[in-house]
């Protein structure tokens, strides 16, 4: 919870430095950010057990979403929405609009398996939006 404590005293005093750009200003406690067309940052390291926090810092709808192939063996598949494939995903995103991280909002996931997890944005995976989350014991 350090680092969490840490992110969020910098995301204060950046807060009060882009007040009016943000709107209401609100610090929001998370471990990754999502800009315009990024996750920040692109590569987290965490323990088995930790619960990652990531949260749409921008104004634009984005979704966190594993890619099937790069979860580990017996690790729980993760993705906004809940939903407990990529195709599933995929599917409710284009299909209803579902699974969306609105501005300001967060999504997290507790991560019980060692190993290596990639994920995407799914509207911005053509423009590089993706990330990885490296699980250590």
Sequence with gaps: ??????????????????????????????????SA??????QFEISVGDTVTWANTGSRNHSVTAYASAVPEEATYFASGGFDSEKAARNAWFGRGEGVI???????HTFSVPGRYD????????????GAIVVEE
Excluded: K, W
């Design 119 to 130: 994920y995407f944005c799914i509207p911005h995976e053509p423009t590089g939006m993706v």
């Design 37 to 42: 067309n990024a996750f920040m940052p692109e």
């Design 1 to 34: 919870m350090e680092r969490r404590a840490f992110l969020t005293a910098i995301a204060g005093a950046s807060a009060v430095g882009l007040a009016g750009c943000l709107g209401s200003g609100q610090s929001i406690e998370y471990d990754i950010g999502m």
């Design 102 to 108: 609105s501005s300001n909002e967060t999504y997290e």
